[in-house]
């Protein structure tokens, strides 16, 4: 039943939608702009101030460890990504880096890594069907997660498999998962903090302007540029 009411959510979207939403595949605009609205309202009661709260509560350096760890956690979902995207040198140099921050970087609380020159790649599973010709489909806006595709969005579970947290039962099926997935969710929002604040000065339509920076993004971390004629990036 929840899901009928989703599609039938969709439907009438897309049957309000502009023709300037159309041609920014951006079909389900109304009800994008409804979940921006409301990811907006629950960052300012909710997330922002946890997140500045975090970031005065732990040092630089603390927080710098947190993020090191996680970025370390999630290189097993970057190596699986750069194998099926057949780049099997990048694919080696981050099994390397895994293994090192892991074992001398003290399970990647030191990014002994970078030190030794070995760079950190980033790539997803949304990235490697882009890289095999999938189409990115529609914009979307996802509650809490923010701005996606539908391809993105297939991604997001494609990603959930490779990743530790994942394969160890006493995480995954425990509380613990939750206390990982918000410790994850402050560090993005403190990295994001700037675009945050980017946004709110913008006197240009704020849902816009993340939508083309998205897209702008996504396009670069595929090697091309976008096909939509969305707004360039804010200052």
Do not use: K
């Not at 969005?153 to 206390?179: M, S």
């Amino acid at each position: 039943m929840t899901g009928l009411v989703v599609l039938a959510g969709l439907a009438l979207a897309a049957c309000t939608t502009r023709p300037q939403s159309l041609e920014a595949n951006d079909p389900f605009e109304p009800l994008n702009r409804a979940v921006f609205d409301f990811n907006i309202a629950a960052d300012r009661a909710v997330i922002a101030p946890v997140t500045y709260a975090y970031r005065g509560a732990v040092p630089r350096t603390g927080r710098r460890g947190v993020r090191n760890v996680l970025r370390n956690l999630n290189e097993p979902v970057v190596l699986a990504n750069l194998l099926l995207q057949g780049r099997p040198g990048d694919a080696f140099a981050t099994a390397s880096r895994f293994g090192l921050n892991t074992i001398v970087g003290v399970g990647g609380l030191f990014d002994v890594a970078s030190e030794a020159n070995i760079p950190r790649r980033e790539t997803d599973f949304g990235l490697t069907l882009g890289h095999w010709g999938v189409d990115s489909g529609p914009y979307m806006v996802l509650p809490l997660l923010g701005p996606s595709s539908v391809r993105d969005t297939a991604g997001r579970f494609v990603d959930r498999y490779p990743h530790p947290a994942y394969w160890i039962e006493d995480i995954r099926e425990t509380d613990a998962i939750w206390v990982y997935r918000g410790i994850y969710a402050l560090d993005v929002r403190l990295q994001l903090d700037e675009t945050f604040r980017s946004l709110e000065r913008s006197a240009i339509d704020p849902y816009v302007q993340l939508r083309s920076v998205y897209r702008q993004n996504r396009g670069a971390a595929l090697g091309r540029g976008e096909d939509f004629d969305d707004l360039p990036d804010f200052d």
